[in-house]
């Protein structure tokens, strides 16, 4: 590692950088024009850009240094808000060595952080010798590229971080492929060289142009990768759908939940099955579904699903719809609540938007307040005064409280069916097979408008999976 000592107009800085002494020397002059500490503009002319081999952020490697970053605006700061980015840091294998936290009314457009800030991270990353700084925030291309070089060290922010955990822990060919598609989606904003060496030109009067050039060349070979893994993808999901079609029959019933809230512990204790369970953040990212006999109702498929987070990437939300189906098509969500959290309310509400976000906001859910073994609470289920119910505390790793929960799960199930009636256009044919597979048709006709009219026995569950179909529309129920 050789140092070099970078001189801005504002402050002197000196950094560490993997640049040979010679080819970092030839760049000061460069990087002393364009720089301005804390965030100000940096000109886009930089010639040292080219060289610059921090210009694409890389996830972090095992035992690597890091430091983390949290900004915020109004409040205290303390070292608690670092908490889940540390088990974000080390479930990627990463040595948390330094945190920075600051306050500011709005992140700086050019730096994210201020002048102050900026010198005070740059001095953590020197003493500490830290080789990545993780940023809390999402942070924009220019934001990332303007603190790596005044601090000369690879920056990252939260959706990087869960993208390369998400790629370290998928073990299907579906979830590889979709983790993929969100690392080129993510990457495609932050493509930044430019090399005129290597530009394709083209002979002929009126045809000598600039050619092609390197980044217009990354674009469209990621383009024409992004679009092949969204063929396969096709025909994996396509797969999966077959798949589900032989089991429609049988009630689901999924787990969701903030990532380490204990879905995978209490899905062990309903199933009797032996999933992997860690004390981490997304131990479990493709999904499990297995067989258990409930009394009463016979055989129920439980489904374990991939963890929520706060500031979960929308391209990896968007990725994973196809595996997330599988929560928009259960009969009943358990909603898993970590009740040793502190932050545990907060979590709800974030695991209750994202559920709105995929499609799975009318399906019923049972709220289950899990770890009471953590916490001075005891084994419950609470209702309302009506009679339904509110949530049931249980402890997985103890075993407390599942008799209960197991049955308010066959309570719901079996539910209350009522007679109903479907109006559907002459086209949803596939919506017509799926009123089949989950409500009891007493009749059928066809109207005079060719619609096709449907008296069907349904209970709450299926109902609202009925309603989280894409094609279904509530003006379809007939009065």
């Known amino acids: ?29 460069d990087v002393r024009q364009g720089l301005r500490c804390g965030g100000c503009v940096i000109d886009r002319l930089v010639r040292a850009q080219d060289a610059d081999p921090w210009a694409i952020p890389r996830a972090p490697t095992e035992g690597e240094a890091v430091v983390l970053v949290h900004q915020r605006r109004v409040g205290t700061v303390d070292d608690t808000l670092f908490d889940e980015l540390t088990g974000l840091a080390l479930a990627a294998g990463a ?47 220019i934001q990332e590229r303007n603190m790596e070089r005044v601090i000369r060290c690879r920056v990252i922010d939260r959706t990087r ?160 719809r196809g595996t997330l189906e599988e929560v928009r098509l259960s009969n009943l969500l358990l909603h898993v609540v970590d009740m040793s959290d502190p932050q545990h309310l907060e979590h709800s509400h974030q695991v209750e938007e994202t559920l709105e976000e995929i499609g799975a906001g009318a399906i019923p859910r049972i709220v289950v307040l899990n770890k009471i073994d953590q916490v001075d609470m005891a084994a419950s289920v609470r209702r309302f005064g009506t009679g339904e119910v509110r949530s049931v505390a249980v402890s997985a790793a103890t075993g407390e409280g599942m008799t209960g929960l197991q049955g308010v799960i066959v309570e719901h199930l079996r539910g209350v069916r009522v007679l109903k009636r479907l109006r559907l256009p002459p086209t949803s044919y596939r919506l017509r097979a799926q009123v089949y597979s989950l409500a009891r048709v007493e009749s059928e006709r066809i109207d005079e408008e060719g619609h096709c009219v449907l008296d069907i026995e349904i209970g709450a569950a299926s109902e609202g999976r009925l309603a989280a179909q894409k094609e279904f529309n509530v003006a379809y129920w007939a009065d």
Not at 102 to 120: I, N, Q, V, W, Y
């Open 95 to 141: 040595q948390v060595l330094a945190r920075l936290h600051a306050r500011r009314h709005r992140p700086e457009p050019g730096g994210f952080l201020g002048k102050g800030k900026t010198l005070e991270l740059a001095g953590l990353v020197e003493s500490h010798c830290a080789t990545l700084v993780i940023v809390d925030q999402r942070l924009s291309p």
């Open 161 to 320: 971080l869960i993208l390369d955990i998400f790629a370290l822990r998928a073990r299907s060919r579906e979830g590889q492929l979709q983790v993929e598609l969100a690392q080129l989606r993510y990457l495609s904003t932050r493509l930044v060289r430019g090399w005129s060496h290597l530009e394709r030109q083209r002979g002929g009067i009126g045809l000598r142009g600039p050619g092609e050039t390197q980044l217009e060349t990354d674009r469209r070979l990621l383009g024409n990768r992004i679009a092949r893994l969204k063929k396969q993808l096709e025909r994996v999901r396509a797969h999966r759908s077959l798949v589900r079609r032989g089991r429609e029959k049988l009630p689901l019933v999924s787990m969701v939940g903030y990532t380490n809230a204990g879905k995978s512990s209490l899905f062990n204790g309903l199933s009797g099955a032996h999933v992997l369970v860690a004390d981490q953040l997304f131990a479990t990212l493709d999904p499990t579904i297995r067989k258990t006999e409930l009394a009463g109702i016979g055989t129920v498929l439980l489904s374990d699903t991939v963890g929520f987070i706060q500031g979960l990437p929308t391209t990896l939300v968007e990725a994973f």
């Open 1 to 29: 590692m050789a140092r070099t000592t970078v001189r801005c107009p504002v402050v002197i800085v000196e950094t560490r950088t993997p640049l040979e002494s010679s080819e970092a020397g030839s760049q000061s002059g």
